[in-house]
């Protein structure tokens, strides 16, 4: 295989890569496996037919679309052995020459990473955020450990009321007339969630079992359900099991998390809030600081690179729909979006993850900070002791890839490291609040 650069405006490249004409006659008979069952001969049967034949009926170019296929996904991979370019975007592939006894040629038009005329990134200003833990912070994430080992009962002695669980029929209707989606039975909700249409839930406090009560509420103008945007709707309900959550004694608790008493316990509850409010606030510094950094320098990205970006982002979110038991066409379309919409919607992202890493990537060339080995066998033990695997069992099933990434994460988390290091602190502002 041979490989040619051709350097294009906007930091684009062609690559021109030519293959031996014998591997084009060994991807044609993989083609000929591929497809021979699917043509009919009459005196032959399905699969039986000998490839000579089949080129002599309808001509060897036959084969050559799957022939090309194979013959780019073989050899397309290598390419980058043989060339000194930091390509940053998916191929955009053209095959030019295929034929029987001559060289497979195709063109590779490709991203290559954008020059980087890198601004002031030592020194700069971030907003000082307040760490320091209070009591009310600390009593918050106790309330929160016992809400978590609570358990659900059964009320009956007593109306809905706002944190109850109920479980209810409702029916909803506009000028009397019942709309689709607005009907459910034994439907499940948390009074004061927010969950439902706004002054749905707090009409249900006070309601007592198996008591009918006619719920009045108004669509809000920007509704998703467009045809219900901004209407009027009359919901009959009845609430059929009202639960409430009942909280552990706090020294129950305690003794069972193994502490030897409710110090220690607030104790461990007070440094867990200051690691996170520490890793919160460096968070926000470097989010703060690289916004900061890309404004100061300037990056021209190449379209096919934003591109390349969205399709993974795009891949990320249809994944994560999946882990919801959702598929990313029924999200569009309960969305009333197309994917375009929504690659429109992700795309001031997607550009800024490209300069904020393009800027990271030129600090840690400027400063020529890099990953060493014993970098990365810690960042493996720390992988291998998360998952609860043998450091050594984990090292061997980690393909190369995955240790080349874990080197660019390492050299990216230094690149921050020296951002930080020098920057300088402006007005104090308070930390994020975690509600969990």
């Excluded at 359900?225 to 009359?234: H, N, R, S, T």
């Excluded at 029924?330 to 490209?354: H, V, W």
């Excluded at 030129?362 to 998952?387: P, R, T």
Aim: aromatic content about 6%; charged content about 40%.
């Amino acid at each position: 295989m041979n490989v040619q650069v051709e350097k294009l405006e906007g930091s684009m490249a062609k690559l021109i890569i030519s293959v031996e004409p014998e591997k084009v006659d060994e991807a044609c008979d993989k083609a000929y496996k591929r497809i021979k069952n699917r043509i009919s001969v009459p005196g032959f049967r399905k699969g039986k037919v000998p490839k000579n034949m089949i080129e002599k009926m309808y001509g060897p170019e036959i084969f050559y679309e799957d022939a090309s296929q194979f013959l780019i996904n073989e050899n397309y991979p290598n390419v980058f052995d043989q060339i000194d370019e930091d390509v940053v975007s998916s191929p955009e592939i053209e095959v030019k020459q295929i034929e029987k006894g001559k060289e497979f040629i195709f063109e590779a038009t490709v991203a290559l990473r954008p020059p980087v005329k890198l601004g002031k990134y030592k020194g700069v200003s971030v907003t000082k955020i307040d760490t320091d833990v209070t009591d009310e912070d600390v009593q918050k994430d106790i309330d929160n450990d016992l809400k978590r080992n609570s358990r659900m009962i059964e009320v009956t002695d007593r109306a809905a009321q706002k944190g109850d669980t109920v479980v209810l029929d409702f029916k909803g209707t506009i000028d009397g007339v019942a709309f689709e989606g607005g009907s459910a039975e034994n439907h499940t909700l948390e009074l004061g969630s927010g969950t439902f249409i706004p002054g749905f839930e707090e009409q249900l406090e006070g309601v007592g079992l198996e008591e009918d009560v006619d719920v009045k509420v108004t669509f809000p103008e920007d509704y998703q359900a467009k045809e219900l945007a901004g209407k009027d709707a009359v919901f009959a309900c009845r609430i059929h099991t009202i639960r409430t959550r009942e909280l552990p004694e706090l020294a129950d608790y305690v003794d069972d998390q193994g502490f030897d008493s409710e110090e220690d316990y607030k104790k461990d509850v007070r440094e867990r809030i200051e690691k996170r409010k520490e890793n919160e606030a460096r968070r926000a510094y470097e989010d703060e600081a690289i916004a900061k950094i890309v404004a100061d320098s300037e990056i021209e990205l190449p379209e096919a690179m934003v591109e390349t970006q969205l399709d993974s982002m795009v891949r990320d979110y249809a994944m994560s729909l999946r882990q919801s038991g959702l598929r990313l066409d029924d999200y569009l379309k309960f969305s009333n979006m197309t994917e375009e919409q929504l690659r429109t919607q992700m795309r001031p992202d997607a550009e800024d993850r490209l300069k904020g890493s393009l800027v990271l990537e030129e600090i840690a060339e400027v400063e020529k900070l890099e990953a060493s080995d014993e970098d990365i066998d810690k960042k493996i033990e720390d992988m291998a002791a998360m998952y609860g695997m043998p450091v050594d069992s984990f090292k061997k099933d980690m393909p190369d890839s995955e240790r080349d990434r874990l080197k660019k994460e390492i050299t990216m988390e230094k690149a921050i490291d020296v951002i930080l290091d020098n920057k300088k602190e402006t007005k104090k502002r308070a930390s994020k609040k975690d509600d969990e």
